[in-house]
């Protein structure tokens, strides 16, 4: 999945309507929510504050307002850009001033749609990877040499502690395990341990889309 890398507010007209979207990254729906109504109240005299929204790491709670536009001509297609680009924990309102030409269904889902769109593409997305997190143990004889070895490679090095023994925080792709394990026992003679502590999740920039 992918969140935006960062919120803000992004206009286009069309027909003289004026088309507003705000974004915001929120941790849950509570600040979904909070944003929602915060938007609402600056634009209490709009003719709709239109409003989707996708949480959660898999993106499993999704929800929508047409707020009187035509059902299905707004909170939907502003929900389908979020879905379509995988984007997760992020709120869009599109706040809509009437020009005084009515769009029709058709043209109010694409500019709905488009109005999302281009603020995505305006303020930028990340994409979210799960690594694993992996304590490295190692004597300080072999330690100095190491880190700069595990620093010099792809792996993230998060932390590095000097305890009985000198302890390297590293984070990887789980799929990436195996060669990390031939690799220590290269670099260190096979003198040096490691133990799996758990994930994280680390924002980084996207593939390109084919």
């Known amino acids: 999945m992918r969140t935006i890398r960062r919120g803000g507010e992004h206009e286009i007209e069309i027909k003289k309507s004026r088309f507003i979207c705000a974004l915001a990254r929120v941790d849950g729906e509570e600040a979904a929510r909070a944003f929602i109504a915060e938007r609402r109240k600056e634009h209490w005299n709009a003719n709709h ?11 499993a709670i999704q929800r ?3 707020d009187g536009e035509p059902a299905g001509t707004a909170g939907v297609p ?7 680009r995988r984007i997760t924990d992020t ?3 599109v706040t809509r001033y009437f020009g005084g030409t009515k769009l ?7 500019a709905y ?5 281009a603020a995505v593409d305006e303020f930028g997305l990340l994409e979210r990877r799960r690594l694993l997190v992996v304590d490295v143990y190692a004597d300080y004889v072999l330690g100095g040499r ?7 490679s792809s792996l993230t090095v998060r932390e590095v502690a000097y305890e009985d023994r000198i302890r390297i925080e590293v984070a990887l792709p789980e ?3 195996s060669d990390f394990e031939v690799r220590l026992a290269e670099l260190t003679g096979g003198r040096a341990e490691f133990e799996v502590r758990g994930t994280t999740t680390v924002e980084v920039e996207p593939e390109q889309d084919s």
């Open 49 to 59: 504050n239109c409003t989707a929204y996708i949480l959660g790491d898999d993106g």
């Open 64 to 66: 929508s307002s047409d």
């Open 78 to 84: 502003m929900l389908e850009v979020l879905r379509h």
């Open 91 to 93: 709120v869009a309102v």
């Open 104 to 110: 029709g269904a058709g043209g109010l889902i694409r």
């Open 113 to 117: 749609g488009n109005s999302v769109s």
């Open 146 to 152: 190491l880190e700069s070895d595990l620093r010099d």
């Open 175 to 177: 799929s990436g395990l």
